[in-house]
C-alpha cells in the first residue's frame, strides 16, 4: 500500500484512465447537505487566495490494469466524492460553454471527463456502476436537456451544482477546486487485501451502511466477470425491491435485519446486521452463496409489498398493508415475511392472509390502546411464526396470542372497554390518531374517506377546549366531569369545518347549514346529528357506541382461540418474559429454550438459566449483586466451598445452584429487577 498527499486536480487529469466503481459498491447517494458543504468549501477556498488547499478525505483504489491502455482504477473507497467532483466539472463545462468560454469548456471536457482518444467503452473518465451509468452518459452527452429516466442522485446534484455556479463564481469554482487535496491510497495487488480495507475504512462522506458491508463482503472477493453475473442477477434485483418508491429510500439495511431475525429468532442491533449476517452466512463462492441470494431475493419481493402496498397486485390484501403501514407496525415485519412466503407457496389463500394481518393490527393495536410497552413487540414477532400450525393456520396464530400473559398479553374486550373511556386520544401521535378516527370512519363503508394527508380534515372536540358562558350554562356542575373527558375518543370527531364550528354550543354546531353535523358527509358526524344537548350522557352513549365499533374493527380472536386452547392443548408450548411467572408456576415444568441477551438456550435447566443470566449482568453490574448480598438476597462469595454446589459466575465469584426450579426461578427474577434491564428472558415451556 502507497500513501500520499494528491490534488483532486492532478489525479483526475491523468490520461487515458478510467475510475472503475465496481458493483460491490453502494450505489450514488449523496444528497443536497453533502453537495453544499462541498461547494461552500469550494467558494471558500477558490476565493481566499491566502489558503493553498482544503482537504477533502482519501481515495482509495486497485490498479487493475498495468500494461494495457486505458489503464483501469477500482476504487474501492473515495466513489462518492469522486462522482461528485465528476458532477462539478460537468456543470462548470456547461455553464463554460453557455457563456462563451469554449476554451475552458474543452479543457474540463478532455482533461476530467474523457478519454478523447479511447473507445465508447472507456470513453469516460469515470465509469459508475450501471444503475448510475446512463444518467452519467446523458449528462455527458447534453444534446437531451430533458432527463427522463427516472430519479437520479446524479441528475439531482449536478442540477444543484449548475444552478449555484453563476457568472460571476465561475472562475472561483474552478479555482477552488484546484486546490482541493485528498490521500491518495493506491493498493498493492496480492499485498493488500481489498475486502479488510474497505470494510475498516473511515469516510469523511457518508457513513457505510449495513447492506453497503454485506455487498462488499458477497461480491468482492468474485472475479469481475461473477462480480457481474451475481450483482445482475441478484444484488441489483435485490436493491430494487427493497427501495421505498415514495421517499425513494432504500430498506435493504432493515430488510436483511428483518430476514436474520426470522431466520435466527433473535434480533440483530441495527449497528450488527452485518456482523450477524457474516457470522450466519460465511460466504463460500458456488452454489452456496447462489442457494442464499436467491432465498434474500425471494424474500425481498414480498418485502417490496410490505413498504409499497400499492405494488401488491390483490386488492384485499393491498388495502390492509396499507393500514399496517399506518399504524406504523413494521415491528411485525419478519413475521409477515414468513406469512408472505407462505401466502406465495398457496399454503394459505386470501381470506387467511387478510385476516392474519387483520389479526396483527389487532393485537398491536390493542396493545397501543392499553399502554402496553412496544419493546415487547420485537420478540414476539421473532418468533411467532414457529406456531403456526400449516392444517390450523390462523387458529394456531390466534391460540398463540391470547396465550401469552403479562406485558405480551393481547388485550381483552373488557380492557379496551376500560382504557378508552379514559384514554387521551388526541395528545397521542398523529399517525396512530389519524389511523383510529379514519378506520372508525371508514369500517363498513364502501366509499372511503381520506382523512391521511387530507387539510380538509381535522380532528374536532365537540365539547371545546375553550368553552363559552352558554356551554356552563347549559352544563352546569357537569361541566368539570366533561372537561376531564374532554380528550377522549367519545368527545372526538372529525370534520372540514374544524375553525367555523370552534367552541360555538352544540346545536349550533349541530344545525349550522353545509358545516354543521346534520349535514357533514362524514359518517362519523352522522350520529351527533341525533342528540338536542352534548352532556355526560349523550357522551356516555358514544363512548358506549365507539367501544363497540373498536371491538369490531380490531377483534380479539375469543372463540376460535379458546377452541385451540382445549384441541391443541398438547401440540403448542407456552412462552413467557420470567418476570411475569409466579415462582410457583414452574414446578414440574420443563423449558424447551430460552432467550436472553441474543442467545437463545436449547433445553436448559433452571440452572442453565441461572448461570446464563449471573454470567451476562455479573459482567455487566458486579455492583448489584454485593448489593443483594448484603440485602441477603442472594449470597456471593469467590470461596467455592462456602456453598453445598457452586456455581461459577465470573473467574472469581460464585453462587449457589443448589435449589429447586421455585427456588432458581426466584434468584433470576430477583437479578433482573435488580439490574433493571431492558432486556426481556423469554421461556417456553414444553408441551
Known sequence: MEAKQNSVFKFMQQQDTQFVIPV?????????????????DILAVGSDDATQSHFVGSIVYLQTSITSTPTFLTIIDGQQRLTTLTLVWIALQRRALEWGNERMADEISKKFLINEYQDDAAKMKLRPIKKDDHALRHLLDNTHPEWNGGFSRLIENFQFFYDTITIQTLQTVRKGVEKLVFIDVALERGKDDPQRIFQSLNSTGLDLSQADLIRNYVLLDLDPKEQDKIYENYWAKI?????????????????????????????????KVFVTFKAKYPINNGPELEALLQDLRSYS????????????????????LHL????????????????YHDYGKQVISVAEFVRVLELVQSFTFRRFLCDLPTNALNKIFATLHRDVIPDSYLQSLEASLVRRQGKHRFPTDDEIERQLAVKDMYNIKAHNRIYFFERLENHGQKIKKQVEGNPDVTIEHIFPQRPGLEWERELGEEIEEMKSRMNTAANLTLSAFNSSLSNRPFREKRDMPEKGYRDSQLWLDKFLAEFERWDMAAMQQRQQWIIDRCKTIWSYPKVAAEAMLEEEQLTLGLEFDILDLAADEVTHRKLAWASFEGEVLDHPSYRDLLQHVCHVMFQREPHIFFSLDSQNKLSVRSDPRFFRTPMKISDTYHVESNLSARDLTLRIQTILKACQTDEELIVRFEP
Not at 450514488?28 to 447537505?33: F, G, M, P, S, T
Request: aromatic fraction near 12%; charge should be negative; proline fraction near 5%.
Open 324 to 339: 399496517i403501514n399506518r399504524a406504523s407496525t413494521t415491528v411485525a415485519y419478519p413475521f409477515l415475511l414468513e406469512v
Open 301 to 320: 419481493v414480498w418485502y417490496g409489498r410490505l413498504i409499497n402496498p400499492q405494488t401488491e397486485p390483490n386488492e384485499a390484501i393491498r388495502e390492509q
Open 239 to 271: 436493491e430494487e425491491y427493497t427501495q421505498e418508491q415514495s421517499r425513494k429510500e432504500s430498506r435493504l439495511s432493515d430488510f436483511i435485519r428483518d430476514y436474520l431475525t426470522f431466520k435466527t429468532r433473535d434480533i440483530p442491533n441495527k449497528d
Open 24 to 40: 460491490y459498491q453502494r450505489n450514488y447517494d449523496w444528497r443536497n447537505e453533502q453537495c453544499q458543504q462541498l461547494m461552500n
